[in-house]
């Protein structure tokens, strides 16, 4: 084969090579892209709460991205903690309902002021502090901000960022 | 166009366009076998007639089946168990299947092991199998689940979060695989169209390389015994069948194939029929509900021992730990230093090794089951997890001080 024609199909290979690959980058990108929790998904990741309504040491459990959000009003009797969400003069509990061992659903148990996982006995108290068994730290602060009474999941507001800083939400 | 002669028959018809003759020649009737093997040899074709059972099972199941967390649950457990005449045979069929699959594969896997068919030359039969076991595990469990019960989304929940790595917190890699931060919608649909196409085209490309790896080194036989492919072949062609050392594939050996295939499936329908709720944990005819874990979640037995490997370690050490047990049988043949092609039983301190590795997997299978609540039995796997390890560690040392057989 003549020395031009040898270049000539190597330029052609690698022209054709590169823009191949070029296309199977693209069609990679779209595949992850398509992959994506949708913008629907997405959307839904904001949950309104409105506090005005909750009774002291009653559980009230919501859901947030598909998972059990606690918010537990204390009374007065119960201890404060940085971790509150405080509303007013009101302080709340507000974590993920799910145990940091192994991801099962803790019960509270309101004459104890307690979280108590069945899974594999692990204890909270009503600040989210493992207090008992497995669980290697304590429920954990889902992002929220405070809008009057309301409380939004899923939008970091000043108070949860000042938690994050702390090292308090987990 | 090439010259075509006026065909006598059918198949001289489909011979001229096809060349079938030849293509039967080479794959059935001058695929030679070894004759000195015995019924662990069928387990493959055991497991081809599996896995073709799942596929017609599974097309049935198809027709009425709803990728849709509203209606999922209910296609399975009202329409097709008792609207669809016969859709209860269908799905229990697929699910006895499913999990007979798996111990015919560890059968299949451990006669390999035994029998040293993963060495010299054989690597590829070896790595193209461990790829058959990886996409029926991925198979077995994004088919776990579409019946959309407590057992399915759970293990959904536990199974993806794996992918955060532990420490290293990877949520936006798990919430990329759900493609919602808890398994919703999405996620089934998803594991819906991995279930029932692209792993199973990569089940049905990766049986045709396994096959295609045997076709240069040949079956192994009970001796590991290396010999003249060729040569025996022309003594059997030659009408010196008795002296021969091989056997056709068809009809000869799958004749022998069919007949370990019948036990087999009366097995298989006996369960079927008398005890398929072995294949049916009763969790998971309760619907799916994000917000209510069931008090103990455990996966199918076949994933026992892996899971029982994760489960004894602080988070980091247990992932890190179940990641290496999920690839480590890949490296066999490369671990195995030991040049013996040969049974376990002659390889000296190999055969303990053998036995000890079996029961070590029984054993972290029953652990698997138990609750980990229980201090005696939660040792036991401890000891059992770390002891599959110490093996791994121990195969290139004692397979290197073996005696050359």
């Keep these: 084969m003549a020395k031009s024609e040898q270049g000539r199909r190597d330029f052609m290979g690698m022209a054709l090579g590169g823009f191949t690959a070029l296309g199977g980058i693209g069609a990679l990108y779209a595949m ?21 309504g909750a009774q002291p040491n009653v559980l009230n459990v919501e ?24 509303v007013g003069s009101d302080h709340y509990h507000v974590s993920i309902g799910l145990c940091t061992h192994l991801g099962c659903i803790p019960a509270y148990v309101p004459d104890d002021h307690k979280f108590k996982c069945a899974c594999h006995g692990g204890e909270f108290d009503a600040s989210g502090h493992e207090i ?39 | 166009m090439a010259h075509f002669e006026k065909a006598k028959n059918l198949n001289e018809w489909l011979d001229q366009r096809l060349a079938v003759n030849t293509l039967k020649k080479v794959m059935q009737t001058e695929y030679w076998i070894p004759k000195n093997i015995n019924f662990l040899w069928a387990m493959g074709m055991v497991l081809a007639a599996t896995f073709g059972i799942l596929l017609v099972s599974g097309i049935f199941l198809l027709m009425y089946y709803k990728p849709d967390t509203n209606l999922a649950f209910d296609s399975v457990n009202y329409t097709i168990m008792s609207e669809v005449g016969y859709g209860w045979l269908w799905r229990h069929v697929h699910g006895v299947g499913a999990s007979l699959v798996f111990l015919i594969i560890y059968i299949h896997m451990f006669t390999g092991i035994y029998y040293g068919s993963y060495k010299k030359g054989r690597e590829l039969i070896w790595l193209s199998g461990m790829g058959l076991f990886v996409a029926f595990s991925a198979e077995a469990f994004s088919g776990y689940m579409l019946p959309w019960g407590q057992m399915s989304y759970w293990a959904g929940m536990v199974i993806t979060n794996l992918f ?17 931060y808890v398994p919703a919608d999405a996620f089934l649909t998803r594991f819906f169209m991995l279930h029932v196409l692209l792993i199973p085209v990569a089940i049905i490309g990766l049986i045709v390389l396994h096959f295609g790896t045997l076709r240069i080194p040949h079956v192994n036989n009970q001796d590991g015994e290396e010999f003249d492919f060729a040569e025996a072949a022309e003594l059997y062609k030659a009408g010196k069948v008795k002296e021969s050392k091989v056997i056709p594939f068809s009809p000869v050996f799958l004749s022998k194939d069919v007949l370990v295939m019948g036990v087999y499936f009366i097995l298989f329908f006996y369960l079927v029929f008398y005890h398929f709720e072995f294949a049916m944990d009763p969790v998971n005819f309760d619907p799916a509900d994000g917000l209510k874990t069931p008090a103990h979640i455990y996966p199918e037995w076949y994933f026992l021992w892996s899971y029982e490997i ?21 490296m066999l043949p490369f671990l195995d230093r030991s040049p013996n092609v040969a049974p376990a039983s002659r390889r000296g301190l190999f055969k303990y090794w053998f ?13 698997g089951k138990l609750p980990p609540t229980d201090a005696l039995f939660a040792n036991i796997g401890l000891v059992a997890a770390i002891l599959f390890f110490v093996l791994w560690i121990a195969l290139p040392i004692i397979t290197k001080l073996e005696k050359k057989l």
């Design chain 2, 355 to 367: 036995w000890l590795m079996l029961l070590d997997m029984i054993t972290l299978t029953f652990m």
């Design chain 2, 164 to 180: 955060s790595g532990g420490s290293l917190e990877a949520y936006g890699l798990v919430e990329w695989i759900r493609g919602d």
């Design chain 1, 132 to 170: 008992f068994g497995p669980p290697p730290s304590p429920l954990e602060i889902p992002p929220f901000k405070i809008d009057g009474t309301k409380l939004v999941l899923g939008e970091a507001g000043p108070e949860y960022k000042k938690m994050l800083d702390a090292g308090l939400t987990a």
């Design chain 1, 63 to 86: 859901k947030w991205r598909g998972k059990p959000i606690f918010v537990l009003k204390k009374s007065a009797d119960m201890k404060k903690d940085p971790r509150d969400v405080v």
């Design chain 1, 32 to 52: 992850k892209r398509s992959w994506d929790p949708l913008p629907s998904v997405k959307a839904a990741g904001f949950t309104t709460v409105d506090l005005s």
């Design chain 2, 310 to 330: 994760l489960r004894p370690f602080s988070k980091d050490l247990g992932l890190i730990a179940f990641a290496i047990a999920q690839v480590i049988f890949f």
